[in-house]
Structure formats: structure tokens, C-alpha cells
């Protein structure tokens, strides 16, 4: 086994690994969730019900599963990056043959306790399985396209997937998610260019098609596009959520309404205020202050990410805390994006605050392989 | 996976390099958020503050309370009745339709009404009460709230309505309100917020159409907070508006009606002045309209009637007619002489039956003639000649001033609709209307009131109180606002020599109290209540002979003008009835019953009448069928 290689005399065991967690990442990670409670209450008009409460199960659920995930050695999960890509692969084809449509879209498989979404297991399925990927690969042979062609595949086919639900979000997060993964891998940069500059030929030809028979995306999609591009054009239409959602934003001011006094989210003002919406609430009602205080707490994550990923001679434990820390970093940035009418709005959640199951619980299964990356390090 | 160590030296320079550079873009992006929360929140806070409470906050009117107006003994002319009705709210009467046919069970609602009902709530949004009945009376309503448990989202409300109890007898004088029309905003220029309410209602005609400004009082306000679908979340503040205010005229509404009935069945119009102050005490008009249908919704066959009608309901003529005043502008002709001092009362002017004047024989009315004629002979025959001969003299200049002095050709600002301006044509007025030279058969016309010369009924009564008073009256209409009495017109002397009035007057007496007055018949014998009047007969088409074989459209128009009591004058009227034949048999007995009533309050002891028309005056009295006025003041003052 692979980590004979390492001096793991110092690795604890049993219970003692616990003390060798990553435990400012957990206070982060809670404190974030935290002000999620708050906020759904708040939106939910100062009632536990029907967001706040089921978030807070969610949470425990999801904490004891990152404690549980964290526990075991982070080979362990290195070795099922395979399987669990092949697992989630599966659940998102039996999504598109047996799932619910919610939102004009294919996204959930109703497991009767709770409704879950393969695209959100896939985000770090796929992180794992790129980093797995470039553990096993040989370094030499990393920019050799041949090889980049591998996981390249691997993703598209998941990316595939999404689309046809259809989840531009998550197609997006899948894309940009794995090619970090594969740009801390060092991939040579070229390769990047390159992607990019297709990027911007493919955006041109999805513009370009529209209309026609074979135009790439659904009209809501081009719809919701056009919108970004120009919120003021439909404002009670298609711009409703961008305009309502940055005039909720902005009459927070500085120091907001106070908690629980957003006018704008307690009237209904807001579209889904207590999922993809739910920053413009916090910034309402805590203002500038607070928004910039969230932000803080996300990039605190990240920043202990990046230095338990820099401390980490493991090949596979470092890629794999850089994708998650990219994963969660992407969440919050397009999601923040979004709702500040930067970005177009393609329906991802603000991680750990915004309620939903599958996002909470992946998210914090994600953080357990960094925390098992972390305990599990070579010393 | 086994790894040489120099692998792993280079992987770990290599992830380190890339994580760096990534947590530097990172971080980049993160700055770029931040700066764009800064820009929302600090930079544009102020702009997003307000969107978001013009979002939350909406502001609605509340309707003030409309004045009422009373006439001048106090009794209601127009009220704000209770209006009980039924409203429905969408969302919580389940099945709208079923809730319905349920509520048509209780109260009476045809198929059409329901259907009408149904779609006014599909069409507004399921929060928002709909008004589903209207007018309903207080059973009808009890059966709704007996019946509440079973009518979810019924329920019976109650509104103000205008009402005119007077109903009829008004109808031109208070006119009548209506909800505000697209067509009222495109021609008022009027920014009260309250006129944007849906079917507010404002005054379209008369009074309550003149009086707008002061009866609509100023609109309340709330402001609620609502949430995005426009529901009402919580009242944050609340400002009462003002009531209109309530306005008494100068009407004597027991006699405006006995007017109206007195003239019912022609068309025709009365007006009586109060000589002292010019109070206009009625402004009677037949045929009438009941004004209620109009504030209810008047149905196209009631309105196709009312426009149909050849004797023209929905016109005021006493105020909007403008008839040839005929013999009784004779008086004005005669003091245009005497004031210019161009003849005296006692000169006489032989009548041959007619004149000959620029090649034109002008015939009096009494072919064979009447011999020597001075200034009272005049008016108590009707002398056409005697006017001929004045007119000749002293050429129309003189005349059309004569008429202006005495009221005529000016129009009156009185809170009505279409006040007439009559006419008082002089030479300049013929260049520039007719574009033709006067010619002196025009000056010997107009001294008979033919002609151009165009008088209303409110004139004529103007002009009469001004020969009763020897001073300018001017007639108003309205008494008091909220109790505050509107002061008194100036009424100066007209600077006429007393003596030149006092013989007009005194021809005026003859008329109608020598045995040979035209008006003779139509005479008050009671002393001390005795009327002076002139009456007269205006030609409407040119070649007629006499009254009974011409179609109605062509029969002359009957007047009188009189006041009374002579010695005292109190009460002036003019009386016109629109192809009524001669104006001693068709108005003079209408103007001397209307006197009377004046003067008495009421019906006069029979005995105020001359022996051989007290049969008619006692089947008159019996006929006619007036309000109860003391139960409508009784109603009102218990409401």
C-alpha cells in the first residue's frame, strides 16, 4: 500500500485523529452554516419552520458523515475515486431515465427521506477522481495530450449529462472544478489557452445559433442570459430576479435593516429568497458589513484550504483539497456573482447558507476528504 | 503509487507554484465582489433604499364624504345615502361560481348579473374584494350576514351613494354626479389624485357639476405596506381626508315643486326671484328627468327616451332657453324712451292697426288698431303701434342699453349648466354677426321683443325684479357653504327717474287688474297681494294665422312676467311656455298661481282669486300631487 511510503509514524490513530483535525476549518465551515440558520429563519418570517429546522438536521447528518469521512485514511477514499465516479455516473443516468423535474429541469431522485441530486455527488466525485487521476499518472507525462485527453473525457461525460437535464450551473462548476484540479496538477498552460479560446468560439456559436433548429441552449437559458445582460429590459419578467435582488441588496447600505427587518425578503419581493437568493437577504438586513463578513469567512476556508493542500506531500490529498476548495470557492463566487447582477443567472446555491439537502451534505462529505487529507498527512 | 523522491519534490514545487497563482486569482475575484457589494450597498445604497420602499410601500386614497346640498328651509336636496352592498374576495370563497349561486339563492341576481359578477372577480387578483351586488336592502344584507358561515369570502359592506330625494324636481338646477370618465380627465384640467379612483364620481351636470371643486372635499390617504403580490401587510400610516362641503341654496324646494307641477305636461319653464336680496327661490323646467337613474347607471332605453323627447327633458330652459321675449320687453322699449327723455307718460301715439315704415307695413297685433294710446294704455293692450312710433325715436343704441341696464343680454355666474347669455343685439352686434347694416324695421321688431332679441326666463325674471326694485338684482343661487352665508350681491340703484318707473309699474297694475289688462283674468284679488305682470306673445314662425290650426312646433310662445305684492314687491316671475299660444291664456294664470304660492307658502284661501277662476284653482289644488317635504326632512334629519 501506497502510504508505506511515507513516515506515517506520527499519523494518529483511533479517536486521537480527532484532535488532529483541521479544526479551524470546522469552526469555519460552522459559523458559515450558522449564519445559514440564521438567515432562513429570518426569511422564513422568525420561524424554525419550514427551512431553519430541516437545514439543522441536515447539518448534524452532514457533520457526522464529514467526522465519519475524515476518520478514514484519505488513501482509502483515493482508491474508491474510481467507484464513486462510476456510482455518481450511474445515478445521473438513472436521473435522466427516472427523475423528477423540478424547475423545467431533471434533477433530483426522490430517495423517500430525502431528494437527492447526482450532479451535486458528481462535483466531487469528479474532483476526486481528476486528482486521483494525476496521483496515479506519471508527472512527466502530465501535459502530454494523449493524457490530458483522459480526464478531459472523464469530465465531459458527466458535463454531457447535466446539460441535457438541463443545469448550466453545474455544467460550469464541473468544467471549471476539474480544470483547476488539473491546473494545480500543472498542466502545461497552453492547454488552458487553448480552452479558453474555444470557450469564447463555442459562446459565440451558441449566440449564433440561436433560433435555429439546432440552437445549443433551452430559450429559458438564453432568456436568462439575455436578462443578465440587461436586467432593466423585462423588469417584471425574466429581470424580476436580478432587479429585486440587487434592490434588495443595495438598500442595505452599509449596516443593513437589522436581523429580520429585510422589507424586501419578509414581502416576497424576493424569488427563491431562502435558496440561490439568500445572500441578498443577509445583505439586506446586515448590509455591507455583513456581506463582506461572509465573504470573509469563505475565503478564511479557503485560505486554510491552500495551506493544509501546500503542507501536504501527497500528491492525491493536495489536488484533492485544492478541487474541493475550488469546488466550494466556485459555489460562493458564481452564486455572489449572480445575485449581484455580474453573472447570468444559472441557479447555483451559496454554499452551506442556502437551504437545500444534497448541497449541505456534499459539501461538508467534500470538507471530510480535505479534514482526512489533513489528518492523514505525510509527517 | 510508488514515486521516486525527486518526483515528489518537483510535484510538490509544482502544486505549490499553481496553488499560488490560484489563490491569487481567487482572491482577485474576491476583491472584484467586494468592491461591486460596496457599489451596491454604500455608492447606491440611497437609489435601492427608495426602490425598495416604493416596492413596499403603496399608498391608497381614501374617498372624502361628498357635501350635501339643502335648500334654503334646510330640506335635503342631495344626500350621500348608505349603499349596502355585497363584495366577494377570491381566494376565500373556494369556488367563485358556487359562491355565487349560493349568494343568488339570498339576494335577487339574475343569470346576467352573475355572470357579470363572476367575470369582474376572475379579472382582479384572488386577494382583492370585488364589489359582486350593489343597493341592496338592509334584509337583503341581514340574509348575508345570518348566512356568513356559508358564504366564505362574502361579505356585505357598506358604501356612500348620491341620492336626490327631491328626485325629479331639481333635476336641472342640482344636476346630477356620475363616475369620472376618460373624456372628463381629457377636458378638466384637475389634478386631484382623487378623480384617478376607478368610477369616482363627480358632478356632471347643474349644480353638483359647478360646484365640484367645493362639494368633492380632499381625499385621505393610507399608506400600506404590501407585499409583492399586492397584498396589504400591515397600515404604517393614515391621514383622514376632508368632507365636501355642504352647501344650502337659495331654492325653495316646496315651491320649485309645486312649479314643476303646476307646469307638468308642456314644456316650459318658470322662474321666481326674491326681489330683496335676487335669491332665486325656484328654477322650475318641464319636462324633468329623474337624476337618480343617472348616479345608478341610466339604461340606453331611459336615456333614448330622455334624448327622443321632443320637448327636451334634459334641458334647463330656464336658464339654457333663449326665447323672442315678445310684449314683455315692451317695458324696456318704454323706458329707453323716457329715460332719454323723448317722450313723457301722458303722450299719446295714435294706432292705426299698423305702420308704414321704409315701404314695410308693421301691423299691431290688433289688425283693426287702438286709437290713441299713451304709456299705460300701451302696456295694458299690448299696443304694438305705441312701441313702432318709440322705436322710430329712439333707435335701437338706446334700446339694447335700456335691456342691458335692466338685466337682459348678460349672462349670470351661476353654478348652472348653460346659462344662457340672451341677446341684446345692437347695430355693432348685427355688422359682426350678420355682416349686414341694421335697418330700422330691426329697431321696430326688437321694440316688440321679436326680432334678434333673445331673452332667457332667469332674465326676464332679472329684468322684472329690476322694474320692481329700481335696482340692479342680481339673482344668486347659493346661500350658504358649511353654514357660512355667502354675502348678499351688490345690488346698486339703477339711477332711473322714480316717476318713469312708477308709470311702467303702474302699466304693468293695469294689465292684469284693469277690466281691458290683458292679463285681466289672471289677476289676485286679495288686497295688499296684488300682482303687476306684462304678457307676451312671441311669434315663432312668420305665417301663421292663429294658434289652433299650426302644428305644436309652430305655435307661439306664451309669457308673462309679473311680481308681487305690488305695493311691496317681494316675489318677481317669469313664466314661458314653449308653443303655449297667447301669453295671457297660457302663462299669466301659470305666473299668478306660482305668486300666490309664493306669497301664501303654500295653497291661498280660494279667495285670492277672482270669483270666476276659483273652480279651476280648486280642481288645480285637488290635482295636483306635491312631495311630502315634511317626511323627506324628517328622513334625512333622522339619517
Redesign the interface.
Known amino acids: 500500500m ?1 502510504y508505506l ?1 511515507y513516515q506515517i509514524q506520527h499519523t494518529p490513530t483511533g479517536l486521537r485523529k480527532i484532535l488532529y483535525l483541521n479544526w479551524p476549518v470546522i469552526v469555519l465551515l460552522s459559523t458559515i452554516c450558522g449564519v445559514g440558520f440564521l438567515m432562513l429563519y429570518s426569511v422564513a418570517g422568525g420561524s424554525f419552520t419550514p427551512w431553519a429546522e430541516p437545514q439543522m438536521k441536515r447539518f448534524a447528518l452532514g457533520m457526522v458523515a464529514m467526522f465519519f469521512v475524515a476518520m478514514v485514511p484519505v488513501w482509502f477514499w483515493r482508491n474508491m475515486a474510481a467507484v464513486a465516479y462510476l456510482i455518481s455516473l450511474l445515478l445521473l443516468i438513472a436521473v435522466e431515465l427516472f427523475g423528477e423535474v423540478g424547475m423545467g429541469a431533471q434533477r433530483w431522485i426522490n430517495l423517500g427521506f430525502m431528494r437527492l441530486q447526482p450532479s451535486e455527488l458528481m462535483k466531487i466525485t469528479l474532483v476526486l477522481l481528476i486528482a486521483a487521476y494525476y ?2 499518472l506519471d ?1 512527466r507525462k502530465t501535459s502530454h495530450p494523449v493524457w490530458v485527453l483522459v480526464p478531459v473525457i472523464l469530465v465531459l461525460i458527466p458535463v454531457a449529462l447535466v446539460l441535457r437535464q438541463p443545469d448550466l450551473g453545474t455544467a460550469i462548476l464541473l468544467i471549471t472544478g476539474s480544470g ?1 484540479v488539473m ?4 498542466v502545461s498552460l497552453w492547454y488552458f489557452a487553448g480552452v479558453i479560446g474555444s470557450a469564447i468560439g463555442i459562446i459565440t456559436a451558441v449566440f449564433k445559433t440561436r433560433g435555429t433548429e439546432w440552437q445549443f441552449l433551452k430559450d429559458y437559458q438564453y432568456r436568462r442570459i439575455d436578462t443578465f445582460l440587461d436586467p432593466s429590459r423585462d423588469p417584471l419578467g425574466d429581470g424580476y430576479h436580478i432587479t ?1 435582488s ?9 449596516t443593513g435593516r437589522g436581523y429580520m427587518q429585510g ?2 425578503s ?4 424576493l424569488p427563491e429568497k431562502h435558496t440561490d437568493f439568500i445572500f441578498t437577504t443577509l ?2 438586513e446586515f ?2 458589513v455583513g ?2 463578513t461572509l ?1 470573509g469567512l ?2 478564511l476556508v ?2 486554510f484550504c ?1 495551506t493544509s ?2 503542507q501536504n ?1 501527497d ?1 492525491f490529498a ?2 484533492m483539497t ?1 478541487g474541493v476548495a ?1 469546488t466550494f ?1 466556485l459555489f460562493f ?1 458564481v452564486n ?2 449572480m445575485v ?3 453573472a447570468p443567472v444559472v441557479g447555483v446555491p451559496l454554499p452551506l447558507v442556502s437551504y437545500g439537502g444534497s448541497a449541505m451534505l456534499v459539501i461538508l462529505v467534500a470538507f471530510g476528504f480535505v479534514q482526512s487529507a489533513h489528518v492523514h498527512r505525510p509527517r | ?3 521516486p523522491p525527486r ?2 519534490e ?3 514545487r ?3 507554484r ?2 499560488l497563482l ?2 491569487t486569482a ?2 482577485a ?2 476583491g ?3 468592491a ?3 457599489y ?3 455608492d ?2 440611497d ?3 427608495l ?3 416604493e ?2 410601500i403603496k399608498d391608497r386614497l381614501i374617498a372624502p364624504a361628498r357635501g350635501l346640498i339643502w335648500d334654503r328651509n334646510g330640506i335635503p336636496l342631495a344626500t350621500n345615502e348608505q349603499n349596502y352592498r355585497v363584495v366577494m374576495v377570491r381566494e376565500d370563497a373556494g369556488d367563485p361560481s358556487e359562491a355565487l349561486e349560493k349568494l343568488s339563492k339570498l339576494i335577487p341576481m339574475d343569470d346576467a348579473a352573475r355572470a357579470k359578477a363572476l367575470k369582474a372577480v376572475m379579472d382582479r387578483a384572488p386577494h382583492v374584494p370585488v364589489a359582486v351586488a350593489d343597493r341592496l336592502t338592509w334584509e337583503e344584507v341581514s340574509a348575508i350576514a345570518v348566512n356568513g358561515p356559508a358564504l366564505p369570502g362574502i361579505t356585505p359592506e357598506v358604501g356612500l351613494s348620491r341620492n336626490y330625494p327631491a328626485a325629479d324636481d331639481l333635476c336641472h338646477v342640482v344636476g346630477y354626479v356620475g363616475p369620472v370618465s376618460d373624456y372628463d380627465l381629457s377636458r378638466i384640467d384637475d389634478k386631484d389624485p382623487l378623480l384617478q379612483i376607478p368610477k369616482f364620481q363627480i358632478g356632471k351636470s347643474g349644480a353638483e357639476n359647478k360646484l365640484e371643486l367645493q362639494l368633492r372635499g380632499t381625499a385621505g390617504n393610507v399608506r400600506n ?5 399586492g397584498r396589504v ?1 400591515r397600515e404604517l400610516d393614515r391621514r383622514e381626508g376632508n368632507p365636501g362641503a355642504n352647501v344650502q341654496l337659495t331654492i325653495d324646494a316646496p315651491l320649485q315643486n309645486f312649479i314643476q307641477a303646476r307646469l307638468a305636461g308642456e314644456s316650459a319653464s318658470a322662474v321666481v326671484i326674491d326681489v330683496e336680496t335676487g335669491d332665486l327661490l325656484a328654477c322650475g323646467s318641464v319636462p324633468t328627468f329623474d337624476p337618480n337613474k343617472f348616479v345608478r347607471g341610466i339604461s340606453t332605453a331611459d336615456y333614448g327616451e330622455l334624448t327622443g323627447n321632443p320637448l327636451n327633458p334634459l334641458q334647463g330652459k330656464a336658464v339654457q332657453g333663449a326665447y323672442p321675449p315678445g310684449s314683455t320687453f315692451k317695458m324696456v322699449t318704454a323706458l329707453a324712451a323716457l329715460d332719454a327723455g323723448l317722450i313723457d307718460t301722458e303722450e299719446t301715439v295714435r294706432c292705426g292697426g299698423y305702420v308704414e315704415v321704409g315701404g314695410r307695413r308693421f301691423h299691431c297685433w290688433k289688425h283693426s288698431g287702438h286709437g290713441h294710446m299713451n304709456l299705460n294704455l300701451s302696456l295694458r293692450n299690448s299696443c304694438d303701434v305705441y312701441y313702432y312710433d318709440l322705436a322710430e325715436r329712439v333707435g335701437i343704441e338706446r334700446i339694447s342699453r335700456m335691456s342691458r341696464r335692466l338685466g337682459l343680454g348678460e349672462r349670470y355666474d351661476l353654478p348652472m349648466s348653460a346659462v344662457s347669455s340672451g341677446l341684446a343685439p345692437d347695430k355693432a352686434w348685427k355688422l359682426e354677426r350678420r355682416g349686414a347694416e341694421w335697418v330700422i324695421g330691426d329697431s321696430l321688431n326688437a321694440s316688440i321683443g321679436q326680432g334678434f332679441v333673445l331673452a332667457s326666463p332667469l332674465q326676464l325674471a332679472v329684468m322684472t325684479a329690476r322694474l320692481a326694485t329700481g335696482r340692479a338684482i342680481v339673482p344668486r343661487l347659493v346661500k350658504s357653504v358649511n353654514s357660512t352665508e355667502v354675502p348678499l350681491l351688490d345690488s346698486p340703484s339703477l339711477e332711473l327717474n322714480e316717476n318713469h318707473l312708477r308709470a311702467v309699474r303702474q302699466g304693468m297694475y293695469s294689465v292684469s287688474n284693469n277690466r281691458r289688462g290683458t292679463a285681466f283674468a289672471s289677476r289676485i284679488t286679495e288686497d295688499g297681494k296684488r300682482l303687476g305682470g306684462k304678457t307676451g306673445t312671441s311669434q315663432v314662425s312668420n305665417n301663421r294665422v292663429n294658434n289652433r290650426n299650426v302644428p305644436w312646433e309652430q305655435r307661439d310662445h306664451a309669457l308673462f312676467v309679473g311680481f308681487a305684492p305690488f305695493d311691496a314687491p317681494k316675489y318677481a316671475v317669469s313664466v314661458v311656455v314653449e308653443h303655449g299660444g297667447g301669453g295671457s291664456k297660457a302663462a299669466a294664470p301659470v305666473a299668478r298661481d306660482i305668486l300666490l304660492h309664493a306669497m301664501y307658502g303654500g295653497y291661498p284661501p280660494l279667495a285670492a282669486y277672482p270669483a270666476a277662476a276659483r273652480g279651476n284653482a280648486q280642481r288645480m289644488q285637488d290635482d295636483l300631487e306635491l312631495r311630502d317635504f315634511d317626511a323627506l326632512r324628517n328622513e334625512s334629519s333622522r339619517a
Open positions: 501506497s511510503e496521483d496515479w508527472i483547476i491546473f494545480a496538477a500543472g429585486q440587487k434592490i434588495a441588496l443595495g438598500s442595505g447600505g452599509w422589507t424586501q419578509r414581502l416576497n419581493f445583505a439586506e448590509g455591507f456581506g463582506i465573504l469563505y475565503f479557503l485560505m491552500l493542500a501546500l506531500k500528491r493536495s489536488l485544492i475550488a470557492f463566487a455572489m456573482s449581484m447582477g455580474i | 503509487m510508488r514515486r518526483d515528489n518537483e510535484s510538490t509544482g502544486i505549490t499553481r496553488s490560484l489563490g481567487w482572491l475575484f474576491g472584484g465582489l467586494a461591486r457589494m460596496r451596491l450597498q454604500v447606491q445604497a437609489q435601492y433604499r426602490l425598495a420602499d416596492n413596499r405596506e404590501v407585499n409583492a403580490g401587510i
